[in-house]
């Protein structure tokens, strides 16, 4: 295996000079006030090596980074009924768009949108209180990454709560289809909470495994999923992870990923290591500039695409 410590030294060497990059996302108040020269980076190999560089041990907002682990939890708890709420496919619009919700009637096209996501943390609800579902999440989170130091950060929870109009509007308009079991504001709740989890890029990486593992956590022995389910787990980060960019994210990293406006990645080399890296700068899709280069050059260096070397 390549000298994975002297990659992940020679990307944080090589992006230095350019942290800045990128604009922070400001329509979370709360996200507005990180700094954007923060940048860091952590490798976990199968064999539970770490590999990591620059502010790796410094917890960000993970944002829709969580939104695979709600998708996870979700299928634990529905199985394929999942899929009746929410679909598999790309959706080539921003991730927090509403144009595609009306044509089809308040199903989102993946659980990886914002639409997608809330749809989600609906089926995360089911049978608890708001409270309830967002213990489970957080217990959730922290037994993937084997960490009970995990928690949400409440004021960017309540900043998210008093300013997301956008997510307001979701939500009540796949209410207005049916599409939702409970009150939009206790859906809500769940979401801008898991969206609010603050997380390490070590404790990423670690929570991210179980899928590059085939569904079992090597570091603790737990079994989180079944292989077929990691897999498929894998296909949404690869093909919806990035929203309008995941055909680039694709192009130039070739991994499943999947980005959060916190500025945080977290990737899967099947078979090889998860990866987490956070620089909060963004491109024009919301995904973090500096991170997906980070991505790229490790693709690139380690030949991990999952189209070939
Ligand atoms: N909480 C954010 C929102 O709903 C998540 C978006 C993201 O990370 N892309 O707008």
Redesign the pocket.
Known sequence: MADLQAIVDEIHDKLTPRLGEGKVADY?PQLAHVDPKKFGMAIIDVDGKVFKAGDCDEPFSI??VSKVFTLTLALGKHGETTWNRVGREPSGSA??SIVQLEHEEGKPRNPFI?AGAIAVSDLVLAGHTPREAIGEIVRFVRYLADDDSIAIDPEVAKS?QAT?FR?FALANFMRSFGKLDHPVEHVLGVY?HH?ALAMTCTQLAKSALFLAASGRNPLTGHTVVSKQRARRINALMLTCGHYDGSGDFAYRVGLPGK????GGIMAVAPGKASVAVWSPGLNHN?NSLLGSLALEMLATRTGWSVFGQ
């Open positions: 979370i944002q829709s991730f927090n914002n998210e997301g997510n801008f969206c980005s959060g406006v916190g919301g």
